[in-house]
């Protein structure tokens, strides 16, 4: 049983565009989300997190949106640029969910000049 | 720069023969997790020690052993590799707060073949 879904394994966007990214969950119990960046040959780079009691958390040109009731959460990056192609990977973790990650099967991003 | 580090990051290995992947770390993290992940998956959690306390996830294989000797290090022991073993292997670190904001660090991995 899949917790935590990326429903789209592949987005192309255009430079300069927004690209948005989304993941699903399932355990009530996740209170902590994180993105992960990758690179092919290495290993997920920490991006940015929320955590539940929050709904929205800003860096640079990356925003993290929370909709608990929905258990939806989206990356959004603007504007986009080529050197953000990778594979993205949701995570979701919990006190009260064993305290480890959960992945999402990731989503590749392709940014085309 | 604190890091988390991994060494080899390219291996090699044959059929059965053991093989030992590195990691070693500058952040004093009291966690240590060592996953597996293949192709472009999910990373699966093999394993994880808090400070000495070894936690090894219900289905990870007995082929699949780890030592952590002191705060920085940590080992992963393939025993007999098989086939299905040829992955990427990631090391990550934690502060090991106790609390779900609790970010974990990745290395930059170590791909493993298997002849």
């Known amino acids: 049983d899949q917790q935590v879904k990326q429903n789209s394994p592949s987005l192309s966007v255009q430079e300069g565009r927004i690209s948005i990214l989304n993941c699903d969950y399932t355990?009530?119990?996740?209170?902590?989300f994180l993105w992960y960046k990758k690179y092919p040959a290495e290993g997920p780079t920490f991006l940015i997190s929320i955590s539940s009691i929050k709904d929205k958390n800003e860096d640079g040109r990356f925003t993290v949106f929370l909709n608990k009731s929905a258990k939806h959460l989206s990356l959004h990056i603007v504007p986009s640029q080529p050197g953000d192609s990778a594979v993205y990977f949701c995570a979701a973790k919990g006190n009260n969910a064993g305290n480890m990650l959960t992945f999402g099967g990731g989503t590749r991003l392709m940014v085309k000049p | 720069d604190a890091m988390v580090i991994q060494n080899p990051r390219y291996q090699v290995t044959q059929f059965g023969k053991p093989v030992t992947l590195s990691c070693s770390q500058t952040l004093n993290h009291n966690v240590m997790y060592w996953y597996q992940q293949k192709s472009s998956q999910a990373p699966k959690l093999l394993f994880h020690y808090y400070d000495k306390d070894f936690n090894n996830e219900a289905d990870t294989p007995d082929n699949f052993q780890s030592r952590r000797p002191n705060t920085s290090f940590c080992f992963l022991d393939i025993r007999s590799p098989g086939l299905g073993d040829a992955a990427m292997y990631l090391c990550?670190?934690?502060?090991?707060?106790?609390?779900?904001?609790?970010?974990?660090?990745f290395g930059p991995g170590t791909r493993l073949t298997v002849l």
């Open positions: 990550a670190t934690s502060r090991g707060q106790g609390t779900s904001t609790d970010t974990q660090y």
């Open positions: 355990n009530s119990m996740f209170d902590y």
